[in-house]
């Protein structure tokens, strides 16, 4: 189905427009603020419902405006749809068959048709590439939830950095203990320092022993000394000899008694060399602090090889997830050949981003030739359209003749009507929108106005005056006098030029509608983007 018909009046700039527009491409011309863009608006208007309904839809001054379009072939009208808009704020819509039934939910009856009618084929193609990967999946449903994956590797990522980081910092520890080639023997140091405490107290009691042995050695010299002076003082005191020779034989026998005892006595002990032993507890200990460093190491490396293990456990779940990814991904059913969505990280190499973007034929679609941007947009916009075959393109101006031919090709290749916006009158273009009406085109005939719930009070016509030889919408409110919408300070006198009572016995008429007070609701966007 196709637009086969377009009336339009009293929206956003429009006053007044009827077109029967080609089954191809329709180039929409004019210059900006001539109303291009709300034409193409009416076609999200009629058909987008609510959330396709700007905040001010109507012209200004308008009491309402309607949009009237039909869909169908050549041969025939399938659908017709119409949707009021009023001064009150509410919209109405008909939808009727060809056969002019009445659908009684008409909205229902639309979205069954509509597809992704906001497709703008060029837009896609000048979007960045994060919203092309997210308009493409809202196109391509996948059987996985891929926001729940990245979350997760993301959260592995996170704890796996952490891990990583206390790895490291345990390398250079483990590195700074270096071990001798080979390990000297374990040493039983207790038994050393207990040989060295015993070792002093031996060698002070055989030195004791050498003391008194050299002491008795002296008093057993000295006695020989003193037997001599005795012999010599016997030989020169003979009265006196027989005292001496008796002191002489006593220290004899006690000479002889103690050099027997002497005689008697064991021989000492080798000292013990405590230079050696403080030596084997210098090695000693230099042996533990070695075999400590290595219990140490030890510790240390069960410590990093836990980590490493927990490092590859998270690595395994995001390869994991990875794996679910690219084949959700790969068994994903694209709408055109060659077109896929990658991560970031996988499409351009260096990168780390888990970012989806889209790629074409494996390489990332904002790096294919414009041509092939527009080819692929195309398509992809007549894959998300297959009912009614209708696509808007607002940013025309920006393509040239060549590409301007290639939507025109491509478009006929898949029987697709396309409506295109550009700024100018030029020939080329064959809808020229000038201040709210088609250039050329004679006056359309009038929608008649939709069925109000409440009629409204009747308002007196405003009367035409005369001011400056020229005529002006006028109403008298109290004693001011109103024209065209405005009040006239001071107003002395006014000249009619219809019957009537005195503008004091008048009735007040009705200003003229401006521009009535609009909720601010949150909009859901404009079905084809662009200017409201």
Not at 150 to 177: F, T
Not at 179 to 208: C, F, H, Q, W, Y
Not at 302 to 327: G, M, N, P, Y
Not at 376 to 396: H, Q
């Amino acid at each position: 189905m196709k637009i086969i018909s377009l009336q339009a009046q009293g929206i956003k700039r429009l006053v007044a427009v009827d077109i029967t527009p080609n089954p191809g491409m329709n180039r929409v011309g004019g210059f900006n603020g001539e109303g291009k863009t709300s034409l193409l608006d009416t076609i999200a208007m009629a058909f987008g419902g609510a959330d396709e309904i700007p905040m001010k839809p109507l012209r200004t001054g308008e009491e309402y405006g309607a949009i009237r379009i039909g869909v169908g072939t050549a041969e025939e009208t399938e659908l017709r749809v119409t949707r009021y808009f009023t001064d009150e704020g509410t919209t109405s819509l008909k939808v009727q068959s060809g056969d002019g039934a009445t659908y009684d939910k008409g909205q229902t009856k639309l979205n069954d048709i509509i597809g992704a009618i906001s497709f703008d084929p060029i837009r896609f193609a000048d979007m960045d590439p994060k919203a092309q990967a997210a308009e493409l999946r809202r196109l391509v449903p996948l059987e996985v939830d891929l926001d729940a994956l990245s979350a997760k590797d993301k959260a592995d990522v996170l704890a796996r950095r952490d891990v990583n980081r206390d790895a490291k910092a345990l390398l250079p520890r483990i590195n700074a203990i270096a071990l001798p080639e080979p390990m000297p023997a374990k040493p039983d140091r207790d038994a050393i320092v207990v040989a060295l405490g015993s070792a002093g107290e031996t060698n002070a009691a055989i030195e004791r022993e050498r003391q008194r042995r050299g002491t008795l050695r002296g008093s057993a010299d000295a006695a020989d000394e003193r037997a001599k002076s005795w012999t010599a003082t016997a030989a020169r005191l003979r009265r006196e000899a027989e005292e001496a020779d008796k002191a002489a034989q006593s220290e004899d026998d006690f000479a002889q008694a103690t050099r027997a005892e002497l005689e008697a006595l064991p021989p000492l002990d080798e000292t013990v060399d405590t230079a050696k032993l403080s030596a084997e507890l210098e090695e000693a200990d230099k042996a533990l602090r070695v075999h400590r460093a290595a219990e140490d190491r030890k510790v240390l490396q069960a410590e990093f090889d836990a980590l490493e293990v927990k490092s590859k456990a998270f690595t395994k779940a995001i390869t994991d997830r990875a794996a679910i990814r690219a084949k959700a991904l790969g068994e994903a059913k694209m709408p055109v050949e060659g077109l896929s969505l990658a991560r970031l990280c996988d499409a351009v190499p260096g990168e780390t981003s888990e970012e989806l973007i889209v790629t074409y034929k494996g390489e990332p679609f904002s790096q294919s030739s414009r041509a092939e941007q527009i080819r692929v947009s195309m398509r992809l916009a007549m894959a998300a359209n297959p009912k009614l075959r209708v696509m808007t393109i607002r940013d025309g101006s920006l393509l040239d003749e060549r590409g301007f031919a290639l939507i025109s090709e491509i478009a006929a290749e898949g029987d697709y009507q396309v409506f295109v916006e550009v700024v100018g009158e030029g020939e080329e273009n064959g809808i020229i929108i000038e201040d709210g009406r088609v250039k050329g085109a004679p006056e359309p005939e009038v929608i008649p106005g939709p069925k109000r719930r409440k009629p409204k009070a009747e308002a007196a016509e405003p009367e035409k005056v005369e001011t400056n030889g020229a005529d002006h919408d006028v109403a008298i409110v109290g004693d001011k006098l109103v024209v065209e919408g405005k009040v006239v300070p001071e107003v002395k006198s006014i000249t009619s030029t219809s019957e009537g009572p005195p503008a004091a016995e008048r009735p007040a008429r009705r200003k003229a509608t401006a521009m009535r007070e609009f909720n601010t609701k949150p909009l859901g966007g404009d079905l084809f983007g662009g200017e409201k």
